[in-house]
């Protein structure tokens, strides 16, 4: 509903192979009454690859690997979780989404670095070319995913991302000059209501 007070009309729109990306464009694009944009699906702006915290509560990671470990592999820039094994139910490599990934880019685990580095390729070859195509495009992805695609486009340091907070449900307006250099990036909303989105996070 912010989207489409202010006015925003989009000609394209990316998501990741995720189920809630997904749907959550679908709701965006619904309430604009703009579902019949065309729009690509990539593994690249799929969630960062948690290894073996995959499918664990942040209670239960705590109990298992303890709070303060747990804390260094969520915040820190490069470093890893523990990966998961090929046989685990979370293994990317048996999901037929993932066919055409070659065996040696199935993530078994990620940091906010791989991510960026993930991230970057889809921005190269697929997003940046849309805009300087003329086209308004429209990201529905993942805070990490987001996180690592703002770094790279607003060239942010790693200390600045790792303290950059996606809040979940808020638009995140990005504008860009005709060199594709970032000239401002803003939360859309109210700003209360903005600052209780990321403390919640």
Same mark, same amino acid.
């Given at each position: 509903?912010?989207?489409?007070?202010?006015?925003?009309?989009?000609?394209?729109?990316?998501?990741?192979y995720?189920?809630?990306?997904?749907?959550?464009?679908?709701?965006?694009?619904d309430?604009?009454?703009?579902?019949?944009?065309?729009?690509?699906?990539?593994?690249?702006?799929?969630?960062?690859?948690?290894?073996?915290?995959?499918?664990?509560?942040?209670?239960?990671?705590?109990?298992?690997?303890?709070?303060?470990?747990?804390?260094?592999?969520?915040?820190?820039?490069?470093?890893?979780?523990?990966p998961?094994?090929?046989?685990?139910?979370?293994?990317?490599?048996?999901?037929?989404?993932?066919?055409?990934?070659?065996a040696d $880019?199935?993530?078994?685990?990620?940091?906010l670095?791989?991510?960026?580095?993930?991230?970057?390729?889809c921005?190269?070859?697929?997003?940046?070319?849309a805009?300087?195509a003329?086209? $308004?495009?429209i990201?529905?992805?993942?805070?990490?995913?987001?996180r690592?695609?703002?770094k790279?486009?607003?060239?942010?340091?790693?200390?600045e991302?790792i $303290?950059?907070?996606?809040?979940?449900?808020i638009?995140?307006?990005?504008?860009?000059?005709?060199?594709?250099?970032v000239?401002?990036?803003?939360?859309?909303g109210?700003?209360?209501?903005?600052? $209780?989105?990321?403390?919640?996070?």
């Amino acid at each position: 509903n912010l989207l489409k007070e202010a006015g925003f009309r989009f000609d394209m729109a990316f998501t990741s192979y995720l189920k809630r990306a997904i749907r959550t464009l679908w709701i965006i694009l619904d309430e604009m009454d703009q579902m019949w944009i065309p729009v690509q699906n990539t593994w690249r702006l799929n969630e960062r690859h948690y290894g073996a915290l995959t499918g664990l509560k942040k209670d239960e990671m705590a109990r298992k690997y303890g709070e303060e470990q747990v804390h260094i592999w969520r915040r820190a820039y490069d470093i890893r979780p523990e990966p998961i094994t090929k046989d685990s139910p979370y293994y990317m490599g048996t999901d037929r989404r993932y066919a055409s990934l070659p065996a040696d $880019q199935v993530p078994l685990t990620e940091c906010l670095k791989d991510n960026v580095e993930r991230v970057i390729p889809c921005w190269e070859t697929d997003i940046a070319p849309a805009i300087l195509a003329g086209k $308004q495009v429209i990201v529905a992805s993942h805070g990490n995913a987001l996180r690592s695609l703002i770094k790279h486009i607003a060239k942010l340091s790693e200390e600045e991302v790792i $303290q950059l907070t996606m809040p979940t449900g808020i638009p995140l307006v990005v504008k860009l000059d005709k060199d594709l250099n970032v000239t401002s990036y803003d939360f859309l909303g109210d700003p209360e209501a903005i600052r $209780q989105a990321i403390s919640a996070v």
